[in-house]
């Protein structure tokens, strides 16, 4: 069973920092882009930043600038270094990972997308 371990929220005051990370874990299948999404409280979830294999970024224009995605392909580790906090980056963060499926002898593969739990960021002002 596929396990997203988050990691490294908590409290911080405005203008500080937080790394989080998340660990994949429990498939057979090839782990592909890997994401940060977020959900403040009565928002929908948002996507904060994404990384694929090859390590190519994409960010929201939010939080441009002051986070920095990474990841550790041989640990299966997605990491998330979010500088100069603002109250408003307040949310769960939740990993997302895609993994690739083999579905015939041609190579086909279908994408199988999960969760992590979440973990909490919270940024006094």
């Known amino acids: 069973q596929v396990q997203l371990v988050e990691s490294g929220g908590g409290l911080v005051q405005s203008g500080g920092s937080l790394r989080l990370s998340c660990t994949a874990s429990?498939?057979?299948?090839?782990?592909?882009?890997m994401g940060w999404y977020r959900q403040a409280p009565g928002e929908e979830r948002e996507l904060v930043a994404t990384?694929?294999?090859?390590?190519?970024?994409n960010y929201a224009d939010s939080v441009k600038g002051r986070f920095t995605i990474s990841r550790d392909n041989a640990k299966n580790t997605m990491f998330l270094q979010m500088n100069r906090l603002k109250p408003e980056d307040t949310a769960v963060y939740y990993c997302n990972a895609e993994f690739l499926r083999v579905v015939n002898v041609e190579g086909a593969t279908v994408k199988m997308n999960h969760w992590g739990k979440g973990t909490l960021v919270t940024v006094s002002s």
């Open positions: 990384i694929t294999t090859g390590h190519t970024t």
């Open positions: 429990g498939s057979r299948d090839r782990l592909n882009t």
